[in-house]
Nanobody
Framework: VQLQASGGGLVQAGGSLRVSCAFSGRAFSGYAMGWFRQAPGKEREFVATISRSGTSTAYADSVKGRFTISRDNAENTVYLRMNSLKPEDTAVYYC????????????????WGKGTQVTVSS
């Protein structure tokens, strides 16, 4: 399995950004997908997750109401739409795949992408 994240960049506080993650190598619909992030000097943290079918989602409290995770099983892609961005959202964002189902825990993930940098200026 390969995961390729893209779409990161520099945005002003209050702005929006959408990051994408392209999945290849196995049947995409067989994996729940998650987004995690890691800021400089901090541990990697959970952001959002979505079930195999896309009908179930979960979010970290810090992004609830601002971020939306979605997936397109025909395009083998998972998205993270980020609105009302704050400087504290600055981090490298990683996508991950979990064969066992939806999970908030990085230790449950089977595959990881390399990450895409999101920087929010104040």
């Amino acid at each position: 399995v390969q995961l390729q994240a893209s779409g990161g960049g520099l945005v002003q506080a209050g702005g929006s950004l959408r990051v994408s993650c392209a999945f290849s190598g196995r049947a995409f619909s067989g994996y729940a997908m998650g987004w995690f992030r890691q800021a400089p000097g901090k541990e990697r943290e959970f952001v959002a997750t979505i079930s195999r079918s896309g009908t179930s989602t979960a979010y970290a409290d810090s992004v609830k109401g601002r971020f939306t995770i979605s997936r397109d099983n025909a395009e083998n892609t998972v998205y993270l739409r980020m609105n009302s961005l704050k400087p504290e959202d600055t981090a490298v964002y990683y996508c991950a795949a979990d064969a066992d189902g939806i999970s908030k825990y990085s230790t449950d993930m089977d595959y990881w992408g390399k990450g895409t940098q999101v920087t929010v200026s104040s």
